[in-house]
């Protein structure tokens, strides 16, 4: 359950939007569960997110919210919308010749 009901530090959720970028982080404390902190960082949703200065401006919006948050820990989990999500099926190789690497990157 991604260490919710552990003591230890829980990840950052990061929820990347077209016009805003969320960070959350949730703690146990006892029985309960609650938030450590949250930072919502809104911007001009005229740039498509699959440009240059849309993701320049999701780096810095991240960079602002994770330094001007009280957030503990580094670790991060991206929620991301179906639409910017792309998988490619491929062959692991079993032989043992080829490296992982090798067969993703293959021409």
Not at 22 to 49: F, M, N, T, W
Request: a negative charge.
């Amino acid at each position: 359950m991604l260490g919710v009901l552990t003591k230890t530090t829980c990840p950052i959720g990061v929820a990347l939007g077209y016009d805003s970028i969320k960070l959350a982080q949730l703690a146990a404390h006892g029985e309960e569960i609650g938030v450590v902190s949250y930072k919502c960082v809104r911007g001009a949703a005229h740039d498509p997110p699959d440009c240059p200065q849309w993701q320049r401006w999701a780096i810095n919006a991240l960079r602002y919210a994770r330094a001007n948050g009280q957030f503990r820990g580094k670790d991060i989990i991206a929620a991301l919308p179906p639409s910017g999500l792309f998988l490619d099926h491929i062959k692991y190789p079993t032989d043992g010749q080829d490296k992982p690497e090798d067969v993703v990157f293959e021409d």
